[in-house]
């Protein structure tokens, strides 16, 4: 079984500045796949960013990149250049490469952004 | 297009009641999740379909807890008598393909209260 751990419940930062949240996970699989998503307070769940455990080029999104280590199972986000629109929850995720059809993600318990002005 | 809806946004029960929460995902995604979010809690997984084919319910909590796809689209997650600890929000997601690992899109979910 896997699990993510966020060991951050809640962060501040003012706006315009830049913000990691942290992320580890525990697995035993070689071919995963990891994911930030944000859930704003209507509680709609948007992917920020994914990476493929297979690449060592860090995926980035605009102002949103990742740190991934994969020894370490290591995976945190970076947000440069903070806006008041990033206040949210965000959650780390995991997904194990399953050859015969799609799997369930594994969720982190989130870190609760907050940009103030 | 659309999104994933899910309808209703808010159901209040009374314990021992049984409620149905539908879902419908993103037109011509062949994969549909389902997933139990605790308040100040990620979400857990319940239960994967690849069209109308349930491939894994491990995450359903007890038998009181049913899904179906019948026709591959539209999916209805069934709790039978309610308890106080079904209360969540219950979220679904959909994604484009299957047997392949792919980005899965959230509806806004249900928020089940159970009295």
């Known amino acids: 079984a896997q699990t993510v751990t966020q060991s951050q419940p809640e962060m501040s930062v003012q706006e315009a500045e830049t913000v990691t949240l942290s992320c580890t996970y525990d697995?035993?699989?070689?071919?995963?796949?990891l994911f930030w998503y944000k859930q704003p307070p209507s509680r709609q769940m948007i992917l920020v960013i994914r990476?493929?455990?297979?690449?060592?080029q860090n995926a980035t999104e605009n102002r949103f990149s990742v740190n991934f280590q994969k020894a370490a199972k290591s995976f945190s986000l970076k947000i440069s250049d903070s806006q008041l629109g990033d206040t949210a929850m965000y959650f780390c995720?995991?997904?194990?490469?399953?050859?015969?059809?799609?799997?369930?993600?594994?969720f982190g318990k989130g870190t609760h952004l907050i940009i103030q002005p | 297009g659309a999104g994933v809806s899910q309808s209703p946004r808010y159901k209040v029960a009374k314990r021992g009641q049984d409620v149905a929460l539908r879902c419908d995902p993103i037109?011509?995604?062949?994969?549909l999740f389902w997933y139990q979010q605790a308040l100040g809690q990620g979400p857990e997984f319940l239960t994967y379909?690849?069209?109308?084919?349930?491939?894994?319910k491990s995450g359903l909590p007890s038998d009181r807890f049913f899904a179906e796809r019948p026709e591959g689209s539209v999916s209805t997650l069934k709790i039978q008598r309610t308890q106080q600890e079904d209360s969540a929000v219950y979220l679904c997601?959909?994604?484009?393909?299957?047997?392949?690992?792919?980005?899965?899109?959230f509806g806004p979910g249900t928020r089940l209260t159970v009295l």
């Open positions: 997601a959909s994604s484009r393909l299957a047997g392949l690992t792919d980005t899965q899109y």
């Open positions: 995720a995991f997904m194990k490469h399953a050859a015969g059809g799609a799997d369930g993600l594994t």
């Open positions: 697995t035993s699989e070689n071919n995963y796949y």
């Open positions: 037109s011509g995604h062949v994969s």
């Open positions: 379909f690849q069209n109308e084919a349930q491939l894994d």
């Open positions: 990476q493929e455990a297979y690449k060592q």
